[in-house]
DNA sequence: ATCTTGACCCTCT
DNA sequence: AAGAGGGCCAAGA
């Protein structure tokens, strides 16, 4: 991968303030990559320890199975309460 | 060079 | 609600 690409997902990831949470898709998509929501996963997964990849979710607002458990305690732990293992639907 | 594997996502049954 | 089917594409085997 193109280093500068990674770079810049990496930046969109750290941008995401505490208490918040994005998608995959969403963060490909404010990198300048739509429709790279893979790629997005494949660096959090290889190299997110750095980055605080807790506060990104799926489409759904599911955790990714893998690190579902860690991932919804540090979420709760930052005020995130996630109901019935998923972020509450936000209304209209 | 080909095939498979994913921290994904969308549309259409 | 739940599948199927496609799209996406870097890495590893």
Not at 36 to 56: C, K, N, Q, T, Y
């Amino acid at each position: 991968m193109d280093e500068e690409t990674v770079e810049r997902i990496r930046e969109v990831v750290r941008a995401i303030p505490p208490g918040e949470t994005s998608s995959y898709g969403e963060v490909a998509a404010r990198a300048g990559l739509p429709g790279r929501a893979r790629l997005v996963g494949r660096i959090l997964a290889e190299d997110g320890h750095d980055l605080p990849w807790h506060r990104v979710l799926r489409a759904d607002g599911t955790c990714a199975p893998q690190v579902a458990r860690e991932q919804s305690a540090r979420l709760r732990a930052e005020g995130v309460l996630l109901e019935d293992g998923r972020l509450p639907r936000p209304r209209r």
